[in-house]
């Protein structure tokens, strides 16, 4: 089981705004080129996004479903990755001071990713979790300095993904 740690220098309210907004996936999770809509309103119960991960050529196809979401302080996605099967993901966050502690717990569910879950493959979730941390901290952060250069109010979103949100 991977489970990685990040302090995040935003307030959790910050970072469970990233998590929330489903066309900001892809600014934060490795791998993921593009995100659609396909199920109910991200982050509740149920919602579902399909995600495009491009490999030079090769495109693949798949979707997160959230299985469970607790506003502000935890959500628990299951990735389905076609043959390798399906993942569950949890994101948990607790107020660190002004900041925000994210923790990140990874497992296989279903299919070839568990049968073949072994060392090599955990240092391999680590090191895509240690880069979607970094990447979560990035958006966060920049969201939180837009937040301070604003003043009161919601700050405007700025990064990739912007003309979507």
Known sequence: MAVRHRLIKAAPGTVWNVLADGTRYGEWVVGTSSTTPVRGQWPALGATLEFQVRLGPVSLTDQTVVRHCVEGSLLELEAKAGFLGTARIALELRPWGEHCLVIVDEHPLQGAGGL????????????????????????????????????????????PGAAHA
Request: net charge positive; aromatic share 0%.
């Open 116 to 159: 073949l879950h072994n060392v090599g493959v955990e240092a391999l979730i680590q090191l895509r979790h240690r880069a979607m941390l970094v990447r979560l901290a990035r958006c966060c952060e920049q969201d939180a300095q837009a937040r301070d250069r604003a003043g009161p109010g919601p700050a405007p979103h700025t990064g």
